[in-house]
């Protein structure tokens, strides 16, 4: 049981994107520019401190959430997915003409206690 996925959609986007730039990561801060919608970057591009929580990877690129966030967060499940339109980040999927976006359920009580020990 992981804490996050990936749509297969949403995986070719990466991939491709992978092959432009390199290594990847995802960040999702709820900050500025698109909020909470999860970023893309070239990795290094992006800096991470002790405050950013690795969820887990989604097609081989590492998805890191703001500790605030995670807050809020901590209870769901999140599948990264993609839709048309620009989004008003510095995500590498904009100028495609895309954007990232999530969706979320909550977590079952096996899945969050499943979670509780493994975290």
């Given at each position: 049981m992981?804490?996050?996925?990936?749509?297969?959609?949403?995986?070719?986007?990466?991939?491709?994107?992978?092959?432009?730039?390199?290594?990847?990561?995802?960040?999702?801060s709820?900050?500025?520019?698109?909020?909470?919608?999860?970023?893309?970057?070239?990795?290094?591009?992006?800096?991470?401190?002790?405050?950013?929580?690795?969820?887990?990877?989604?097609?081989?690129?590492?998805?890191?959430?703001?500790?605030?966030?995670?807050?809020?967060?901590?209870h769901?499940?999140?599948?990264?997915?993609?839709?048309?339109?620009?989004g008003?980040?510095?995500?590498l999927?904009?100028?495609?003409?895309l954007?990232f976006?999530?969706?979320?359920?909550?977590?079952?009580?096996?899945?969050?206690?499943?979670?509780?020990?493994?975290?």
């Open positions: 992981e804490r996050i996925k990936i749509t297969a959609e949403a995986e070719k986007i990466i991939q491709q994107l992978k092959a432009k730039h390199g290594e990847l990561i995802f960040h999702q709820g900050g500025c520019c698109d909020g909470s919608a999860p970023m893309l970057f070239e990795k290094g591009e992006m800096y991470l401190d002790e405050s950013d929580i690795l969820l887990g990877a989604v097609a081989g690129v590492n998805f890191y959430m703001n500790q605030d966030q995670f807050e809020y967060w901590k769901t499940h999140l599948t990264v997915d993609v839709t048309q339109g620009r008003a980040s510095f995500s999927e904009i100028p495609l003409g954007r976006l999530i969706h979320s359920r909550l977590l079952t009580e096996e899945e969050l206690a499943f979670l509780a020990k493994k975290d």
